[in-house]
Every structure is written in C-alpha cells, then in structure tokens.
C-alpha cells in the first residue's frame, strides 16, 4: 500500500496543527494537513515540538492525545518539501553536524534567547547553531534561507523527526493515538513511540524506507526496543503494510474498534489514564524510559546512515520515483 500526498499545488488555508483543550486537561493535538494525508512538514514537525515541550511544562494538562484529520493518520515525511521539490543534491556530511553536543538545543532556553536579543527577528543564518533552533523561530512556513548548504534540508529533516520521536517519550504525560487509516514511513514512528494507541479496523501501517531505497536507521533505534524483532524483520525488510489486527499482535495498537464505533471505547481509553495519579504517571514513564529511549550515540548514528542513504543514487532515484508516481528502477 502506497499513500501518495495529493499534489502540491493543492493550497492549505489552516493550520498544519491543531490543538484543544478541555477541562479535564486533556490536550488534542490534531495532524491538520488532510490535502497531504499529513504528511510531516518543516512547519508542523515545528509546532508539534513546541507544542509538546510546552505541555511537559504544564502541570495543568494531565494528557496528550495525537490523531489526524481525515482520512489518513500520517503519510510520514513530506517528502517534496524535504528535497525542495528538486534532485537530493550529493553533498559531503560535515564535520560539525557530527557534534553530539549540537544535536539538540533545549527550546526553552533559545526562545528566552531570542526574546532578550534587541529587535530579534526570525534567525536565518544556521551555519552555526543546531537545527533545533528552527523548532523556537516563529512558526511561519520555512524559506530556502532556513536552510544553508552546510545542513541542507534533507539532513534537517530527519533530525526534526528524531527529536519528535524522543519528545513524545520524554513527555511526562501519557501520550495517546487515535489512528485511522494509513501510518507510513515516520507517521508509523509517531505511533509507535505513543504510550497507548486506539485504532479502527481501516488502520494500516507500513515502513517504507527499503521501498525508496533509504536506510531504514532512522526509526530502528526507537523500534527494536519496543517490537519483537522477528516482526521487525518482517515490516521493514519487506516494506508491506500489516493491517490493524497485526498491529494488535505485534503491541503496536492496543484497542481495536469499528469505525462507527470509534468513539466510547476511545473516551474509557482516556478515563482508564486520568483515574491515575499524575506524578506517579511521569515516574513511571522515566521507568519504562530507561528500557525503551535509544542513546544519544545510537540516535545519531541512525540520522547519519539515513542522511547517506538520501543522499546515494539509489535514494534520489527512490524519492524521485515516489515524487513522479514511478515505479524505481530497480523494479523494472
């Protein structure tokens, strides 16, 4: 199964994420990009990591629930976005992306920058900071300037889901999916890293990464905690779908409903969590946080053998086929 965006002329006149609250503290944080099956932008990958930062912080939200507007749950990485609608360009890695210690910049700490600094104005010139900066800029759509030669897009971009990934694990509060549909590529990532997930029966979800001809290294790190790995070796090695009642087998979804019949047992889902006390719920997470959040070395390795795959002839000619809705060559 393939989740092909629709086309990228297709205008958006809303937010790529929505939130609500409700009076229980239950914070929806809604993937609004259904034109793209949302598909995972510079902009929303953005606002997802503010948003989250920012409800780990507030002790007034007691949970997080992530869902998609229509159809779809998400595509995975916008992947026209990421290459600037053009050929990867072939480009050495360099030598100060590899900085562990400038792999992640705490977002808090940049905004406090940026609001001290006289006439601050959105930051364009990265040569010299992390990408993480982006996640604190203002949260307008990304110019070419967003990106320098010396980290171009198609390495900021798994390093934002990276960093998203490691988010919703760090995140204190139970973090739940509502899926339907299909997960592909990072959008089955997102689900994967979720405390408890709630899908209906139309729910598919594929690891594409071998299908376009890239290292499957970036997600792996996340997955081999958490799945058995004979199952692993099933999805990702034959990029198939599997269907919501293998998703069941595996522990990637833990309830399963009809579509028409979505709503209750999702809501009981939610009620079974906030019964629980709130600290006792971010200390166990810490717990089960030592057992299922990678290293920092193995994170890094993963984004760098996933950087190397995007950038080799095979990678560009995966992303141009699935961009030309082509059959790759090595297909034929």
């Known amino acids: 199964m393939t989740v092909s965006p629709a086309s990228p002329n297709l205008p958006s ?9 409700d009076e229980r503290g239950v914070a929806t944080l809604t993937l609004n990009r259904p034109e793209r099956c949302n598909a995972l932008s510079f902009d929303l990958l953005r606002r997802l990591l503010v948003e989250l930062r920012q409800i780990a912080d507030d002790e007034s939200t007691r949970l997080v629930v ?7 749950f998400c595509a995975g990485l916008d992947l026209d976005e990421a290459t600037n609608g053009a050929p990867i360009p072939l480009k050495t890695l360099q030598a100060d992306a590899l900085d562990l210690a400038d792999f992640r910049v705490p977002v808090a700490e ?3 920058k940026l609001n001290d600094a006289p006439n601050s104005a959105p930051k364009t010139d990265f040569s010299d900071a ?10 307008v759509p990304p110019s070419n300037a967003d990106f320098p030669p010396t980290l171009p897009r198609f390495q900021v971009a798994p390093r934002l889901v990276l960093e998203l990934l490691r988010q919703i694990r760090l995140t204190p509060k139970p973090v739940v999916a509502a899926v339907r549909g299909a997960a592909c590529g990072g959008g089955a990532g997102l689900v994967s890293v979720c405390d408890f997930v709630v899908a ?3 729910f598919r979800a594929v690891f594409t990464e071998t299908k376009r001809g890239l290292s499957p290294s970036l997600l792996f790190p996340f997955l081999r905690r958490k799945y058995p790995l004979a199952a692993l070796q099933e999805f990702v090695l034959t990029a198939a779908p599997f269907a919501a009642a293998r998703a069941v087998e595996v522990g990637l979804v833990q309830t399963l409903v009809e579509p ?3 709503d209750a047992p999702f809501a009981a889902a ?3 969590f906030l019964a629980n006390e709130p600290r006792s719920l971010a200390i166990a997470k810490r717990l089960f946080n030592a057992a299922l959040l990678p290293t920092d070395a193995e994170i890094r390795a993963g984004w760098l053998e996933h950087c190397r795959s995007w950038a080799s002839d095979v990678g560009r000619e995966g992303i141009a086929a699935f961009l030309e809705k082509r059959s790759p060559a090595w297909t034929r």
Do not use: C, M, N, Y
Request: hydrophobic share 30%; proline share 5%; charged share 30%.
């Open 13 to 21: 006149f809303s937010s790529p994420l929505t939130r609500t609250d």
């Open 110 to 112: 940049t905004v406090e």
């Open 66 to 72: 992530l869902r998609g507007a229509g159809k779809h």
């Open 200 to 202: 209906d029966s139309t």
């Open 130 to 139: 992390s990408p993480f900066d982006l996640a604190a800029q203002s949260l």
């Open 260 to 262: 028409d019949d979505f």
């Open 270 to 272: 939610v009620d079974r």
